[in-house]
């Protein structure tokens, strides 16, 4: 870059040389592209009938699923607007669980509407503007058109939903149920915390052998064959250190010049052991979760006093199992007590297909549950995995706050006739942003028709005719995907959480405003590598072009 030289003086150097630049137009309509090359990635997985992405990494795993957040996650993307497309399905996975693809896509299409505005000569400040204003509109559309929450039968319908569309096969129905009992065991005044339903998946039988226990499933088995399978009115100890002789914590040396003093040491590192299941025993315990090891002596000494024990737990597995059994995680063994233990009414060593998992059941705090997934696959287990996730949320969310929109792009009409009767009355350029909104809304009935085989053309006028005829219920008209009608959503049980549909909107709009902004990309070149020959592209800029896309 440089300086405006006059006089024939010699300009000034101001930016490193190879940095790359792109201003005004040039710069929007770069950043404008990569976000719509992310939302496009997407698109075909939206709605019901939206297809799958298989995903390869550098090591070759491979990830089948339309989920839009898993998508994203996986797939390098370098252009930095296309990264704050990416953040948006971040956040709304955050927040709600559900609905990424929905917010990308919309984020897409707001930023694809803005092109011929600023084509016009629009100023981005008065579009960002009218944005702001029709996303407030929207909210305040969106508000008035929720419906209460009065039944968990509406609830399973959130999750079928939810999980309509998803690898889970036509197992859809009893999955629902899963997730709203499991949903209802762990609220608490009215909050579902979904970090309590913990979710274990094994290989075999199919997805409809999924179930759910009121309690904990560990994938862990007894450390030792001679320890009970079974053990009632469980006294656990939770001990977050290894029960074995610990390594000095400096290089040290012993000589033992007679075997006589060899035996002695042997002896002493034995008994050190012994006290230590003493101790454990004297406490009361009957179970140990150990989370780190468990000395083969420490098993022998433990299964010769009947306590069932499980070593290597996750972290998260122990602070769950405090949590369900009100113990005490305790860091030196030496130092328990009967008050650090926890209690659960069973614990028990069961076969779950090929392996052995640990169930305890019967807890003081029954706020804890696990749901143990079935499926052929490793790809299938972790795609209804993914599906269950975005379930158990949206249920959470509908529970929290209440309130449920109609589906199937219902909202989306609504939130468009009604933006465009407000645009009118605004007036001034702010005006056309307005309407490039409430333009950009039809992109989610739109895309969920064109990825069902469905006339996109005629679905979208026959959404907008029967929003049109009925002021009562129109509202809750959403494109039927089997038939290409308009019906009522509400009558068919196509339900989402009012939050999944603000939250998509507020950010959708955020993130189109921000990179509207841009007026300016300075990329700046890439350090060179200490080894200049290991890197042929030596000196290149720090992104493949400021309009590469991904």
């Known amino acids: 870059m440089y300086g405006p030289g006059s006089n024939g003086q010699q300009p000034i150097i101001v930016l490193k040389e190879g940095t790359q630049r792109s201003k005004d137009k040039e710069a929007q309509f770069n950043n404008i592209a990569a976000a719509k090359a992310v939302a496009d990635s997407v ?35 370098q252009h930095p607007a296309a990264k704050m497309v990416v953040e948006v399905a971040k956040t709304q996975d955050d927040e709600c669980g559900d609905g990424t693809t929905t917010a990308v896509v919309l984020a897409g299409e707001l930023l694809k509407q803005s092109e011929s505005l600023i084509d016009a000569n629009v100023h981005p400040t008065v579009i960002t503007n009218g944005f702001k204003m029709a996303a407030a509109k929207a909210v305040e559309v969106l508000d ?49 915390d979904t970090d309590d339903i913990m979710i274990t998946k094994k290989a075999g039988d199919v997805v409809a052998d999924t179930y759910m226990i009121e309690g904990l499933v560990i994938d862990k088995q007894r450390v030792h064959p001679r320890m009970p399978k079974l053990v009632k009115n469980a006294k656990i100890a939770l001990i977050t250190t290894q029960l074995e002789n610990k390594k000095t914590e400096v290089d040290a040396q012993i000589q033992i010049t007679a075997p006589s003093a060899m035996q002695s040491f042997l002896d002493q590192e034995e008994a050190h052991l012994k006290e230590l299941v003493d101790k454990i ?29 499980c070593r290597r737990l996750k972290e998260s597995d122990m602070i769950a199992i405090a949590k369900a059994t009100g113990g005490k995680l305790v860091g030196e063994p030496m130092e328990i007590k009967k008050d650090d233990l926890g209690f659960a009414e069973c614990v028990e060593e069961k076969e779950v297909g090929a392996d052995s998992m640990c169930f305890i059941t019967g807890c003081k705090n029954p706020k804890a549950v696990s749901i143990v997934i079935r499926g052929g696959t490793e790809h299938v287990l972790d795609e209804v995995e993914r599906a269950l996730n975005d379930a158990i949320r949206v249920v959470g969310v509908a529970i929290e706050d209440g309130k449920v929109v109609a589906g199937a792009g219902a909202p989306e009409i609504e939130i468009e006739l009604k933006l465009a009767k407000y645009a009118s009355s605004v007036g001034g350029r702010e005006q056309l942003a307005i309407e490039a909104f409430a333009k950009a809304m039809e992109i989610i009935p739109w895309t969920i028709a064109e990825n069902a085989g469905i006339d996109s053309i005629d679905s979208i006028i026959k959404l907008k005719s029967a929003h049109e005829k009925d002021k009562k219920k129109g509202c809750y008209f959403g494109l039927d995907l089997d038939s290409g009608e308009a019906v009522d959503m509400l009558k068919r049980n196509v339900v989402e959480p009012l ?5 998509a909107i507020n950010s959708a709009a955020e993130v189109a405003n921000m990179i509207l902004r841009i007026d300016d990309v300075i990329a700046s070149r890439r350090a060179p590598p200490m080894n200049p020959m290991a890197d042929p592209n030596m000196g290149g800029p720090g992104m493949s072009g400021v309009g590469g896309m991904m």
């Open 43 to 77: 698109r075909s997985t939206l709605g019901p009938k939206g297809m799958d992405k298989m995903l390869v990494d550098t090591i070759g795993d491979v990830t089948i699923t339309n989920d839009g957040v898993t998508i994203l996650k996986e797939i390098d993307v």
């Open 144 to 192: 008035n058109i929720a419906v209460d929450v009065t039944s968990d039968k509406l609830l399973k319908q959130v999750s079928l939903t939810a999980l309509t569309g998803k690898s889970v096969g036509g197992e859809g129905d009893i999955l629902s149920d899963i997730v709203v009992k499991a949903c209802r065991a762990v609220e608490d005044n009215g909050t579902v």
């Open 281 to 309: 025993v004297a406490a009361g315990a009957n179970v140990v979760f150990c989370q780190k090891g468990v000395d083969d002596l420490v098993q022998h000494y433990l299964a010769k006093n009947g306590v069932f024990c």
């Open 499 to 503: 939050r999944v549909k603000v939250q």
